[in-house]
């Protein structure tokens, strides 16, 4: 299995990167997992508790669509408790 992990971090302070809504928008585009997915992404598992408080159970629903309709070979688990 392979895990694959990317991190792109704007230079400078949050206020000197956005300078307008057009930079905001791509600052939360690159921080988002699901915008680099292609044909070259590696399989995922996506293990989710109902509950959680910090990731809600519509962002990794989303996520696993994302990748399904990339083609990308995914498994979504949900737990409710």
Do not use: W
Request: proline share 9%; aromatic share 6%.
């Amino acid at each position: 299995m392979q895990a694959q992990c990317s991190v792109r971090r704007p230079r400078g302070t949050r206020e000197q990167a956005i300078r307008s809504k057009e930079d905001a928008r791509d600052l939360a585009r690159d921080a988002s997992p699901i915008f680099p997915i292609d044909d070259n992404t590696v399989p995922f598992l996506i293990a989710h508790g109902a509950p959680d408080p910090v990731v809600p159970v519509d962002l990794a629903r989303r996520f696993y669509a994302a990748l399904r309709s990339a083609g990308v070979d995914a498994k979504y688990e949900a737990r409710a408790d």
